[in-house]
């Protein structure tokens, strides 16, 4: 329905890049879902790729039209879903390249409207990103990496209330939980994400280890408690690699 729906925005504005960047958005998730489940599906790899050339044509002609601050985060936010594909496809050098290029693009953004809080959405996933990868391939590819500094533009772009703040607390819900536990952090963005997309399992699985490490002891836990509680008994299911237990 998403994809249907980016493809409807790009006919309705057919000059504009940002229905298209939600599309590139749209496959690239279904591609991270697919990637989890270990599968890959060259149709969806290539309806990605085409979604990729249209955006950055068309970016390319707001840029040389206009030059104004909104160019480069349609373009850094096109690279960064790139990026995204090729480090779920364990294409590292790829998605080093590509996410480079994004937060090249992003700091311009940055640089010709300062305090641009869309454009901290891919540098501090950049910075976060980069400060994950291993010693050695930091040094391979003269890396620094910054987890807390991208953490810190994360929540800037979430608090901010711009375009981008609902993204930005998908990726600090998932960062805060799943991969730098500090639950008390995490707390306002698993709310968030959880209470936005109830069906979504990714955000179901986050708000069950959420309430699970804050004690169910709190009102806060609690509730999140209960309304998986509910949603299970309505019938939803996550699917098998979810890994997910009701009890």
């Not at 300062?114 to 990103?129: K, N, R, S």
Request: proline letters at 6%; one cysteine or more.
């Amino acid at each position: 329905q998403a994809e249907a729906e980016a493809r409807e925005a790009i006919a309705l504005q057919p000059g504009h890049p940002l229905p298209c960047v939600y599309l590139q958005a749209t496959l690239c998730s279904e591609i991270q879902e697919q990637s989890l489940d270990g599968r890959e599906d060259p149709a969806l790899l290539r309806r990605f790729d085409q979604a990729t050339a249209l955006a950055q044509d068309l970016e390319s002609a707001w840029e040389r039209e206009r030059h104004d601050p909104w160019g480069p985060v349609y373009l850094g936010n096109s690279l960064g879903a790139r990026a995204l594909v090729a480090m779920y496809r364990h294409r590292l050098i790829r998605s080093y390249t590509d996410g480079r290029e994004s937060a090249a693009a992003l700091r311009l953004a940055q640089k010709r409207l300062p305090g641009q809080p869309d454009a901290d959405l891919g540098l501090g996933q950049y910075l976060y990103f980069c400060g994950r990868l291993s010693g050695v391939m930091r040094f391979f590819l003269v890396l620094h990496g910054d987890i807390p500094g991208g953490i810190a533009r994360l929540k800037h772009c979430a608090d901010s209330g711009c375009r981008s703040s609902i993204l930005a607390k998908i990726v600090l819900a998932r960062i805060l939980v799943e991969e730098e536990p500090d639950y008390e952090a995490a707390l306002p963005y698993v709310q968030a994400v959880y209470g936005r997309y109830l069906l979504n399992w990714a955000y179901a699985k986050q708000a069950q280890e959420e309430a699970l490490a804050l004690g169910l002891v709190r009102p806060e836990a609690q509730a999140l408690a209960q309304a998986l509680r509910a949603q299970w008994r309505s019938g939803w299911r996550p699917p098998d690699y979810a890994r997910m237990d009701p009890t």
